[in-house]
């Protein structure tokens, strides 16, 4: 392979090329040849996507975007709507605090009476941060503005091969991504680079005879594109231990509510211990049990979250008659894919329903 001088012009075109016949068909974007007849994005399904998908897989978003465009057509909707009803939306697709913000990002908005049109007006807003800011300006006015997710700076570093590790080299990564950023076509050029870390510049498996930046990629050059970006080596993830209390009968569970801050904050849950760095004994654990009585253990669960692994022991007890809740409401048996459970729940009621 010839390597082409490194000229940003060059690139940017052959990215925008590229693009235009191998871009990604997704449900709340309009492509180069929708844009040239005349139809703009909505930006409500573009701040929309963006949200959800932060830290989230596009083919994990998609059917919960579509789920909230049919249910909540437009960001009036959405404001009107209960937090419950957006948490219970949302359950299963994790990084909850971004349904808490969802929200109060929508409620602002429509106090304001307009989507906001500058980028320092959209970090102002709950849930935005640099990243979204820009991607949603660009793509909805096509502002040359510098957006870098975890893609494109996997993408800049083969392409300049930065020797410094992550995290240390984000601010060279993006510094390196803006240099590039394409006033022409900005909206274009900012999916654009995302496609490519997405659908060709992989993090195990590049595809590098298909990319079109292959012949100025300096980590290509050194035959080591997954070399890049350089990463120190992670500590092990810390382990925490918890017991749940599934409190069940024929037709109902006992379920609360989650304080509205923190790790599944207003998610809904069954009642448990406090999440420990050392496994409970589950005399010290019944503390935290709704109710007095033989617990019986019907399983255990793993559920890894960004910063460390949870491991609860499921206990379950039929509830005693005419047993009153002091905290928490019956849930129906039946109703239970209506309730904002997250992924965590979910595991312990199929241990022990």
Known sequence: MVFMKFEPNKLQASLLH??????????????????????????????????????????????????????????????????????????????????????????????????????????????????????????LHDAPTNVVDGNVERVIARLFAVPTPLPAAKPELRRLAGSLASPHRAGDYAQALMDLGALVCTPKSPNCPACPWANACQALAQHNPVGFPVRRPKPPRPERFGIAFVLQDSQRVLLRKRPETGLLGGMSEVPGSTWLPDPWSLADALTFAPCVGPWREAGQVRHVFTHFALNLRAMTLPAPAKFTPVEGWWAKRDELEQQALSSLMRKVLAVCL
């Open 18 to 139: 590229w693009y235009d016949a191998g871009g990604r068909q997704l449900p709340w974007r309009v492509r180069p040849e929708q844009r040239a007849s005349g139809v703009r994005p909505d930006p409500y399904r573009v701040w929309l996507s963006e949200i959800m998908c932060q830290q989230t897989r596009i083919q994990t978003v998609i059917p919960y975007f579509e789920t909230f465009t049919k249910r909540w057509p437009n960001i009036d909707a959405l404001a009107n709507a209960s937090r419950e009803q957006i948490y219970q939306a949302w359950a299963g697709l994790g990084y909850y605090a971004r349904a808490r913000n969802l929200h109060a990002c929508a409620g602002e908005i429509v106090a304001n009476g307009q989507f906001p049109t500058t980028e320092a007006n959209w970090l102002a807003l709950p849930g935005i941060g640099p990243y979204t800011a820009a991607a949603v300006m660009a793509i």
